[in-house]
Every structure is written in C-alpha cells, then in structure tokens.
C-alpha cells in the first residue's frame, strides 16, 4: 500500500484544490477534516405532556452539518436553519477521537437538554432526560495514544435553551473541552466531500484558462493546465486503488491544498486590482444592541456580548477606526456560572480595564446582579478575573440590577444602574464607589424611569441618559437627566428632559447611546442602537449606529435626529478609516456570482451577490505594503426574509447567520458569519478579521463552500495594517502618489510640494527629530489648508490626508 501512496501522492505535488460542483450541495466540512459530523431531525411534542420522553426520536432526518466540538455554543440557530424550529429536535454526531496519551480517560458532559456518548460502541454516559444543567461523568475508559475509536453523542432538546458540552481528562491531560484537534470526520463522508470539491476546483481553473489566458504569461498559463490535469488524473483512478478512506481523504485534502495554491498564482499574476480610500461611512454598521466604546492610545475599543450563540460570554473588539469593530477577542467565557450577560462596559482606571454588566449569577440563585470584571495586564484584549457581584442594594442587602455604568467626577468613581424585581422602587439608582469594583455605600434612588443610564460631561456639567419605552418597539426612545448642583446623590439634584433623540420614518428604536470623542478631541460622537426590522410592531434584533452631535448654547446636549441609512457622513476627526478599499464587482468572480445594483446605498459602480451555490467565490487580488497582520473587512447585506426573524414577536433566540469561508493566499484561514441585515437589502454592514499578508500581491478569497451559507450581497473589501495606530511620512505619500494617479490632485505641482515636505518629514522620522517633524508637518497641514482653499485637492482627499497629519503628529508629540 505504501507504493501505491507514493505514485499518488507524486500525482498530488502537481495537483489541485477542492470544491463542491455546482449540482452538489453538501454539508459543511473544515478544511483539515476535523470536528462532528451532526445528523439533525425533527421531534413532534405531546402538548399533554411536556416530560414526555418517547417523542424524542431519530425518524424525521432533515440534514446535517459539522460541528468543529462541543464547547456549549447554542443549536438554537441550527435547529432553526435545518428543522425549522428552535424547539423539540434530536442531533446524532459521529466521528472518531483521537487522544493524545495511552491512558485511562474520564469524560464530563452537560447540556441542556439530555445526550448520550459512546466510545468506540461501548456507551459510557447515558442521561437521556428532558433536564438540563445536570453534569455527568463517565467511568475511566482506557485509550491508546494516536488511536482513532469511534465516536458517537445523541442529543434531546425540547425547548428553550440548546447547547451541550463535552470535556476529558486523564493523568496526563488536564480536564478540558474535547478540542476539534482531538476529533475527526467520518471519512467516507470526507471522501464524498471532497471528491466533489475537486470537481469544482478543476472548474474553476478551467474558467481561468478560458477568461483570462491572455493576462498572464505562457509560463503560468502552462502550469494551471499541467497542475489541472494531474488533479483530473488523480480524480479518475483514486478509487482504483486499494487504500482505505481515511488516506483516499487525506490524499484528495493534499491535492486540493496544492490545487489552490496553483489558481492563486495565476490570479496573482493577473495583478492587483484598483484601489480607492473613502472617507464616508453610512449607518447602520453592524448588528448589535446596547453599544458601547472608549478610545486609548489610538484605538477604539468596544466591548459585547451580542451575536454569540451563547450568551455566557464577552468580547473586547480593537480598532484604530469607530466606524468598525475591527478585531473581536472572547475575554471572558462564564462557563454556565453566568447567564444573559447584558450590556458590558470598558474602562480604564489606574493601570488595568474594568468590564461592567448585568448577568443571572449561579452564586445569586441566577438573579440578574451587576458584576465586574479586572484585567489582569493593561491589555484590554488579555486576561481578566471575575471581582464578582457589585453591592446594589440597602441595609446590606445585595439587590438585582440592570444596565449598570460608571463616571468618574473630581477623583471619586460612582456607579449608575437601572432597579429590578418587583417592588422595587423606579430608578436610575446611584451609589460612590469604593474603588473600581468594591461598592459599600447604600444605593440612591434618582427616581423618574429609564432604562440604560448612560453619563454624559461637559465643562464640569454632569447628564445621564436614559431609554424609554418598551425596546423591541419604535417608541423606545432617548431621554436625560442633568445635574444642577454637583451633589450626585440627592434625588431633587436631577432634573429630566424626555424625549430628545426617538424614531424617524427612516430609523426606528434609536437609543441605548454611548458618547465617544473623536481621534483628536475635537468632535463628540454617540453610538446608539436601532431597530433591524423598523416595519414590525415588536422585533428586538438591533443595529449599531453613529452620529455626531452638539452642544445646545445653555450647556446641554443637542442629539439631532437620527441619521438616516441614506445619509452618508464624513468620518470623524482624526480618524484614520478602514484603509484601501477595493470594489467587489471588479474582483474575479466564479460560479453563479452576479453583478447588481438594484439595491441603495453601495460604494462604487455596484455590488456582486455571492449565492447559495456551492463553488462561488469573489477573489480579490490585493497589495500588503509589507509582510504581517491586516485587519480586512468587507461590506455585506444579508436580508433574508424568515419567518420567526424578521417578523413580529420573533421566536428564535439568535436568527440563522451566513457562512462564508475565508482563503487567503489559497489555505483557508477563517468562516466568517454575517448577520442579517434589512429585508430591503438597503442597509450594509461590515465585519472584519485579522489576517496575515505577505508583502506584495496577495488573493483574499470569499468562498461558498459544501455546507456554507450564502446569499449575501458584497459590496467591497478594505484592508489596513493591524497595530499600526499612526501614521507616517511614507504612508502619506504613498496616499499623495495615489490621489495624484485618481485626478484628486489637480496638478503635479502641487502634488510635488506636498512630497517635498513629507520627504523632509520621512529623513526626520528617520532620525527620531521629534520637533523638526512637528515643525515639518506644521508646515505641510497649512499648505494643505492651501490647496483646499484654492481647489488644487479633492474634499475627499483633503479629508484623508488632515486624518493621517494628525495622527502622525499625536504619534510623535
């Protein structure tokens, strides 16, 4: 058998990547081969009796899906996608477990509802109950080391909550959740798969050599087709050979890794497509509720619990831009000790980030209570420790809390929260802080209603806004109360303005606001959420927003109305943007992708929809000014209509994402899954990821793979150097050379005076001439002022360039 590998594996070297054809559509598969292979079928309740457990059952098969492990993220969206119903569904998973030392294992489950697991046949766990929270263990069974045993869970869930977890131990392996490392697909399924991937990976060269012969040279052109044959060889006499599955898998898996490799180089070779920088942005940004975002160091750093499929868990996103979330990094998974983990905020108070909210705590019987997390480093993105529960109550009673925010005034921290439970009085309610997670004082009732506090200051003055009305309706709406006499905790110390930002025709909900300062200081800025579905009487699936907003002539805030989706708005002052941005429909498209532009509100000549077909992809052929990590983003709508989401009072608990696979430079490096956006299609959202470019030429890929989601419209990629937070001289005239090429500098003249300048800029920076580059860059701002005034540079150009000076300037003063 090691022969006959050996001339398959000398076909493999000059093979290809796989896909699935345009007639197939499979499950969803990862690209190394690993994870579950989840069966899921429909159950039918007894209405008389909802402990009934005969009706849960493996008769009514509706499709399946891998899952990478169990790690107790939520079915709820799959049961919903594939059954059509969030409630009273059974999932089988299969596979084989690899362990990693010859030992006695120990293996812990806990779900909610119930399961069963065997190891190679032998049932080790059997709790199939309609219960949920209630851990089992297994009996120590004895494993080999490089061994794969078969692997099967059975899983009941009647309603509400969906989601298991599966976790090992041995006297070598320290208790942990069973990784996808350690699982595997069934691999006669993987042969399926990637048999048919194959055969869309050799249709897409084909479309190359027939498109696009003439972009590239003789060379290249000849090793696409010699590398095409050889996979069409290796497709016609694998199963011609007496190998088992498992290495027909793992051959068929080398020649489309090798496969994709070679379509990369011919894309590269065809060049990088044409770029532009954009200093507009339009709302909504991304889908998400209670929004909030603080600014340190030249970064946005925004913080969530929203769009997880368990909400046990909070995020830390960084970004040098507030119109993207930029980077999103889990800081803190509960592991079932918390529960509804609402609106999380980030602060910064001497040397370490604190994360406040509001979550059902175990310790409190799941009454919802105000917690506080501690980062352990001064990396808002590193490790925290729970500090535990806040003290909210009276007479040292600890009461339950909603929504709960911090403000500092003259040194000392006080706390601002909404009441909860019956009987309680109507808050805000306010109380100082010990320190940054210590509160011993008694609660003070401000009193009047709202829900949301938020603090808002300005020159000494003191507000806090509040959301009325009912959320998942459009009359949730914003409102404030302002101090008078600086003695935070005296309720006659409040007056209430009501009613200052609500619903326009063109956005519904807006409230839950979170103030921010531009990059430089100069501007105010507020992030507020909105409602996805504005036309329904009650839908809570919200969106993020922002605006900038001013100051009314006695001291008070002036919130304007909300921005329309139609409206597109500069971007703040001193932001840098979300980079080079390149255009959807001029990238190379494959399958049944269409170009359009029906839909409102896209950037550039129109937009491409990437459908449901498995084997579409949009590959964009990009430059990396140098070698290391990017942050890439691509504009997306995805406004599927279904009923249960979209519609009034919405029954599913998280709505059925998208799934996109993401290939850079032919491996696949992330899926990536879109939310839903309006069901006019009219609203675009972004999401970005952290990517490794080589310097040069690079193809970032959007794939509809076997077992993705599509039917997602993209309307462009942007891509900028993660970690970079400044500017520099070479950047900008890297930005002059370009806005001279696009007609954005009238003339050479005056893009060579504003080269010369940032020449003597660059030589200083060289030398760490830290005065001489302020001076320099002092010099080059008001000859920029200059050409602005006299029509020699573009608005948009004017604008990108002002961004990049002040920030430089921030970086070395």
Not at 230 to 255: F, G, H, W
Not at 305 to 311: H, P, Q, V
Request: net charge negative; aromatic share 12%.
């Amino acid at each position: 058998m090691k022969k006959v590998i050996g001339v398959l594996m000398g076909i493999i070297l000059i093979a290809g990547m796989v896909n699935v054809p345009k007639d197939v559509y499979a499950v969803e598969t990862t690209m190394d081969s690993q994870g579950l292979l989840g069966e899921f079928f429909k159950n039918e309740p007894n209405p008389n009796d909802r402990e009934d457990i005969s009706v849960f059952n493996f008769d009514d098969f509706r499709g399946e899906k891998v899952i990478g492990n169990l790690k107790g993220d939520s079915f709820t969206s799959i049961f919903k996608q594939i059954t059509g119903s969030p409630d009273y569904n059974t999932a089988r998973f299969t596979g084989t477990i690899v362990p990693e030392y010859t030992e006695d294992y120990t293996f812990h489950m806990v779900g909610d509802d119930g399961f069963r697991l065997w190891i190679n046949g032998v049932m080790i766990i059997d709790f199939w109950e309609q219960k949920w929270e209630i851990p089992q263990v297994s009996s120590p069974i004895s494993l080999e080391a490089g061994k794969h045993y078969d692997i099967k869970i059975e899983y009941l869930q009647g309603w509400g909550g969906a989601w298991l977890r599966m976790e090992w131990e041995s006297a070598s392996q320290e208790r942990e959740i069973v990784p996808e490392s350690a699982l595997y697909l069934p691999a006669d399924h993987v042969v399926t798969t990637k048999r048919n991937d194959l055969k869309v990976e050799i249709q897409k060269m084909d479309y190359l050599k027939e498109n696009f012969a003439d972009k590239v040279s003789e060379s290249a052109l000849n090793n696409l087709i010699v590398k095409k044959d050889s996979m069409k060889e290796l497709l016609d006499t694998i199963d011609d050979n007496e190998i088992d599955d498992r290495d027909k898998a793992a051959l068929l898996i080398e020649a489309i890794e090798a496969g994709s490799m070679a379509r990369t180089n011919f894309m590269e070779e065809m060049g990088v497509q044409n770029s532009s920088v954009h200093d507009k942005f339009n709302n909504p940004l991304y889908q998400g509720q209670d929004p909030f975002v603080t600014y340190k160091d030249g970064y946005y750093y925004f913080v969530s619990s929203s769009n997880l499929d368990s909400n046990n868990k909070i995020y830390v996103s960084k970004s040098r831009t507030l119109t993207d979330q930029g980077e999103k990094v889990m800081v803190f998974d509960s592991q079932g000790t918390q529960t509804r983990i609402f609106a999380p905020e980030i602060f910064f108070f001497d040397g370490k980030w604190y994360i406040y909210y509001c979550a059902d705590l175990k310790d409190y019987d799941y009454r919802h209570m105000a917690t506080v997390l501690e980062s352990v480093t001064d990396d808002p993105q590193g490790e925290y420790v729970d500090k535990g529960a806040l003290y909210t109550g009276k007479n040292g009673e600890y009461k339950q809390a909603n929504d709960f925010t911090v403000f500092e005034y003259n040194e000392q921290l006080y706390a601002v929260w909404g009441t909860l439970g019956t009987g309680e009085p109507e808050g805000p309610a306010i109380a100082p802080m010990d320190n940054p997670y210590t509160i011993t004082a008694d609660r003070t009732i401000i009193g009047g209603g709202g829900e949301g506090p938020r603090v808002l200051q300005k020159d000494g003055k003191v507000f806090i806004t509040v959301s009325d009305g009912a959320f998942a309706t459009d009359g949730y709406r914003l409102s404030y109360y302002t101090n008078t006499d600086k003695d935070f905790l005296n309720q006659d110390s409040w007056n209430r303005t009501s009613d200052v930002f609500a619903s326009t025709k063109d956005v519904s909900g807006p409230a839950r606001a979170g103030f921010i300062k531009s990059a430089d200081g100069t501007e105010d800025w507020m992030i507020y959420h909105s409602r996805v579905y504005k036309d329904t009487q009650d839908n809570g699936w919200r969106q993020v927003n922002l605006k900038k907003f001013g100051w009314n002539e006695d001291g008070t805030p002036d919130f304007g109305e909300p921005i329309s989706p139609d409206e597109w708005q500069t971007l703040p002052s001193g932001d840098l943007g979300q980079g080079n941005m390149y255009q959807a429909e001029d990238a190379i498209l494959y399958g049944d992708i269409t170009k359009e532009n029906s839909s409102a509100n896209y950037q550039g000549a129109g937009y491409i929809n990437l459908p449901e077909t498995p084997g579409a992809e949009a590959s964009f052929v990009v430059k990396a000014r140098e070698d290391g990590d990017y942050i890439v983003g691509v504009s997306y709508a995805y406004g599927v209509e279904v009923d249960g989401e979209s519609t009034n009072y919405p029954t599913t608990q998280l709505p059925a994402r998208a799934e996109i696979n993401v290939y850079v430079n032919g491996t696949h490096e992330k899926t990536i899954a879109p939310d839903k956006t309006a069901i006019s299609w009219d609203e675009w959202f972004t999401t970005s990821e952290r990517l490794h470019l080589k310097e040069g030429t690079n193809v970032i890929s959007y794939r509809i793979d076997s077992g993705s989601i599509g039917n997602v419209n993209l309307d462009y990629l942007t891509m900028y150097k993660a970690d970079e937070v400044a500017s520099s001289a070479a950047i900008m005239k890297e930005l002059v050379e370009r806005f001279k090429e696009e007609g954005k500098i009238t003339d050479d003249a005056a893009a060579r005076a504003l080269d010369i300048h940032l020449s003597g800029v660059e030589h200083f920076e060289q030398q760490e001439a830290v005065d001489k580059i302020v001076k320099h860059m002092k010099g080059f701002e008001q000859l920029l002022e200059y050409q602005k005034d006299n029509k020699l540079i573009s608005e948009n150009a004017y604008n990108i360039l002002k961004a990049n000076a002040n920030a430089l300037v921030k970086k070395w003063s």
